[in-house]
């Protein structure tokens, strides 16, 4: 099974056929940027019964890999039992021997994009606090993850680093890599017994285990090692760079002012705090996410509150009660998110945003046709038919058509059933946008049998504008 780390997908798909496994996916493209990263081999696939987009975590263990072999497994069994929002989310596995496929949601790995971050407009200046803004926002994911894990589930990650940070389709960051991941309390915690073992974990290591193993900090807080990470983490995420600061090697200096490159001036003091290499004086993950949501006062001169006053933060905040506010909540909530439409991440508008504010209207509500311009306006940054290019993503960001119509249309096209009159003027008003995109079948069975109930609507508005949404199908309609 080790040829298949060297096989393109249509090989290894049909060499797994040919050896009798039954997988629940389609295996697609190799990511290659991935190779070397890890123990396992990622593939980008498709689950067989939905046609989702999924992601394969491929390992095996011939050869000189069986060692790695109590890893692969160790992650298996926590990506089945860790669930959390901001954790690689994992849906099926498939085990032949010493062989395993892990089938987790798509995911694609974070090196790449960070290290080719690129703004195609504005100043340098401009560029810059993009790229910061992007970052802050998804190191406050990872830091919501290690506090759950060394909080709640009482574990010690010990596998934190760019190379274990992945990006949804929505672009927001997951932490994987859960290789090492152990509490005290497991049965023989491969953290303690393997952990010095695993490839190059000793890069990152904090000095304590650097010095005496990982068992050094078997009675420390679960977090502590973790911190150091992090802080790590920092430096290569800000300052898009492979070097370890000349903190992490021995004998362990502090930080200086003129090493500081691109973190930001507020959490830098933070930064070293993470790095201290006494664990007693050495900041928490749960101390730096609470001081970057203003909820704890701020350490050394940092103020705290980056975080919080994180503008992609605080929109994925309000998401989470979108659905649920009352109609002057989300009204002035799609106000902002309309002032400031050009500072998403198109995947983020599209994949989050989009899905988000259709929620929001399957009852209806006031608000109706500032979602509806607003949904269209995000569709343009990804629509297979527009040309140009998005001026705040990394690289310009597209859906192919069958995605355009599953995020945008599709949706459009079904609240044509809302019994809602300020949901249906929103949608006439706004046919000339998106009725030359639907097929004529959409036309004929999704959106006719709907609008024409217009025509004797007890509103004379309604009916005016129904009659003119009419003229946007000429072509599409039926011969009603």
């Given amino acids: 099974m080790d040829l298949l780390r060297n096989?393109?997908?249509?090989?290894?798909?049909?060499?797994?056929?040919?050896?009798?496994?039954?997988?629940?996916y389609s295996l697609g493209e190799k990511v290659h940027d991935y190779d070397g990263k890890s123990i396992w081999t990622l593939y980008d696939?498709?689950?067989?019964?939905?046609?989702?987009?999924?992601?394969?975590?491929?390992?095996d263990a011939s050869g000189n890999r069986r060692t790695h072999l109590p890893f692969a497994r160790n992650?298996?069994?926590?990506?089945?039992?860790?669930?959390?929002?901001?954790?690689?989310?994992?849906?099926?596995?498939?085990?032949?021997?010493?062989?395993?496929?892990?089938?987790?949601?798509?995911?694609?790995?974070?090196?790449?994009?960070?290290?080719?971050?690129?703004?195609?407009?504005g100043s340098a200046k401009g560029k810059d606090k993009e790229r910061e803004g992007w970052t802050i926002w998804g190191l406050h994911r990872i830091a919501i993850a290690l506090a759950f894990l060394n909080s709640t589930g009482a574990s010690t990650h010990g596998n934190v680093s760019?190379?274990?940070?992945?990006?949804?389709?929505?672009?927001?960051?997951?932490l994987g890599g859960l290789e090492l991941l152990s509490s005290t309390k497991d049965e023989n915690p491969v953290l303690f017994t393997l952990g010095s073992q695993f490839p190059r974990n000793q890069d990152i290591s904090s000095p304590e285990v650097k010095k005496n193993g990982w068992n050094a900090i078997k009675e420390l807080d679960p977090g502590i090692s973790d911190a150091y990470a992090l802080g790590l983490l920092l430096n290569s995420a800000f300052n898009q760079t492979n070097e370890l600061p000349a903190t992490a090697h021995p004998p362990h200096p502090a930080p200086t002012g003129a090493s500081r490159g691109q973190i930001p001036p507020g959490i830098f003091p933070l930064y070293k705090r993470l790095l201290n290499p006494g664990t007693k004086q050495r900041l928490t993950c749960q101390a730096f996410l609470e001081i970057g949501m203003g909820e704890k006062a701020g350490v050394?001169?940092?103020?705290?509150?980056?975080?919080?006053d994180n503008h992609l933060v605080r929109v994925c905040s309000q998401l989470e009660g979108y659905p649920l506010a009352s109609d002057g909540e989300k009204a002035e909530f799609i106000r902002d998110l309309r002032?400031?439409?050009?500072?998403?991440?198109?995947?983020?508008?599209?994949?989050?945003?989009?899905?988000?504010?259709?929620?929001?209207?399957?009852?209806?509500?006031?608000n109706a046709e500032m979602v509806i311009s607003l949904v269209l306006e995000f569709g343009k940054l990804a629509d297979p038919n527009e040309v140009g290019t998005t001026t705040t993503s990394r690289s310009t960001y597209k859906l192919d058509q069958n995605q355009y119509n599953q995020i945008i249309l599709t949706p459009l096209v079904k609240l044509f059933t809302s019994t809602d009159r300020a949901t249906r003027m929103a949608l006439l008003k706004n046919m000339p946008q998106f009725a030359p995109k639907l097929e004529a079948k959409v036309v004929q069975d999704g959106v006719w049998p709907h609008l024409q109930t217009?025509?004797?609507?007890?509103?004379?508005?309604?009916?005016?504008?129904?009659?003119?949404?009419?003229?946007?199908?000429?072509?599409k309609g039926t011969e009603q």
């Fill in 7 to 24: 096989l393109g997908s249509a090989a290894a798909t049909s060499l797994l056929q040919k050896s009798g496994i039954s997988l629940p």
């Fill in 339 to 366: 002032d400031s439409a050009g500072s998403f991440p198109p995947e983020f508008a599209i994949n989050r945003l989009i899905p988000a504010m259709f929620s929001g209207l399957s009852h209806g509500g006031a």
């Fill in 45 to 59: 696939a498709t689950k067989k019964d939905d046609s989702s987009p999924v992601s394969v975590f491929h390992f």
């Fill in 75 to 121: 992650a298996l069994k926590k990506l089945r039992t860790t669930r959390h929002p901001d954790i690689l989310k994992f849906i099926d596995v498939v085990e032949q021997g010493e062989s395993m496929w892990i089938m987790t949601e798509r995911v694609r790995p974070l090196r790449p994009v960070l290290f080719s971050w690129v703004s195609s407009t």
């Fill in 454 to 475: 217009g025509l004797s609507d007890t509103v004379a508005a309604i009916r005016e504008a129904t009659l003119i949404a009419i003229n946007e199908i000429p072509n």
């Fill in 162 to 174: 760019i190379d274990s940070i992945f990006l949804s389709p929505s672009g927001e960051w997951r």
């Fill in 300 to 308: 050394d001169g940092a103020p705290g509150r980056f975080f919080a």
